[in-house]
């Protein structure tokens, strides 16, 4: 595993590997190969598998290491929104648009439901002094765009009664919904193998050939395969290195710790998604509440800390009393895929591959604009215009050049 566990909840189906009977095996060849299947390589692979291609995708784990299970499974243009985040708003108003036919057709070409929920986001303000800060998130929000309705503390605790009394105001988004992450994940294995695709794990990607200039294919530890397009969506590792030396690609792992607690009628429940400045908490259909994340420049390290669980029960327990009573289900980390400028990478690096990578904290938002950009790149050989600011050449730019 890429991330450390205890009682995690959700997790990959199986444990498979590239011998293994039961899972896919290496081609020789295929029109894309996709390194990394995880939420967007599976996403991407899907796309491009439903629009009549053959699809590899490489796995050197399970499918859902990584950030892909790891993560709360929000959908929070609003609430995710921050200064200096203002290029990437119309990107993420734009997948949020797409989820809801994302959603329709994952469920119907896998059988599997993905736990949607649509109850909405409140970000609340515990205290007075938070009251302030909640209100430049609140005019930063409407000047880009985004919806959000400004309640007071008593208005809050009428949508959620198990808040502290404590709560002096919040905002309620919407349209930020949730997914549930585990569905998801085993929703997009079945719909991409149904379109024909072929998920190999167990299998490390250990070079790119070229030819004249342009990629050609991969090398394995399970052999060679030739490709007409490489896509690069390996998550956190997509900045290693190795594979691209000659490309400096600025995606690091930035780790969060997450934990999994189980609502009970005595210990009281939430039925929004409820974010503060120092946790956020979500609600999932299996009675679970999710409570993440922490944020820690550590590398690839997965130790799961006594710090950094201690603050994720007191940011909880400072919004929600109730989480004393609740039964700890499980404890996990898992490295979130991070650019320079917390936006995704999508486009062209070379001919021949195309990079998907970088998503931050919204890879469960972006997973559908990625996947139809990536797809219509690919397909069409167009790029998609919301798309196009996100390409890496942004890196090499002089601050202030247009774009």
Known sequence: MHAQTIGRRGGPAEDLQAGDPRSGRLPERADVAVIGAGLIGLSVAWRLAKGGLAVAVIERGRAGDGASLAATGMLAAAAEHEPGAEALSPLCLESQRLWHPFRDELEAESGLTVDYRREGTLVIALGRDEVERLRFRHDLQRRDGLRAEWLSGPAVRAREPGLRPTVTAGLFCPEDHQVDPARV?????????????????????????????????????????????????????AGEGSLVPDLALP???????????????????????????????????????????????????????????????????????????????????????????????????????????????????????????VSTLILRGETLPVAAPFGLARFARTPGEPA
């Open 185 to 237: 994940m085993a929703a997009l294995r079945g719909a991409f193998r149904a379109a024909g695709g072929r998920l190999i794990e167990g299998c490390t990607v250990t070079a790119l050939t070229r030819e004249a200039g342009r990629v050609t294919g991969l090398e394995t530890t399970s052999g060679p395969l030739r490709a007409g397009t490489v896509v690069l969506a390996s998550g956190a590792w």
């Open 251 to 373: 995606v690091r792992p930035l780790k969060g710790q997450s934990m999994a607690l189980q609502m009970t009628p005595r210990s009281g429940s939430l039925s929004h998604v409820v974010w503060t400045e120092q946790v956020h908490m979500a609600p999932k259909g299996d009675g679970m509440l999710i409570v993440g994340a922490t944020v820690e420049e550590t590398g690839f390290d997965p130790h799961l800390t006594a710090g950094g669980l201690y603050a994720l029960l007191e940011g909880a327990r400072r919004a929600l009393p109730g989480v004393e009573e609740m039964q700890v289900s499980g404890v996990w980390s898992g490295f979130r895929p991070t650019s320079d400028d917390d936006a995704p990478i999508l486009g062209e690096a070379l001919p021949g591959l195309v990079l998907a990578a970088g998503h931050h904290r919204n890879g469960y938002l972006l997973a559908p604009v990625t996947a139809e950009a």
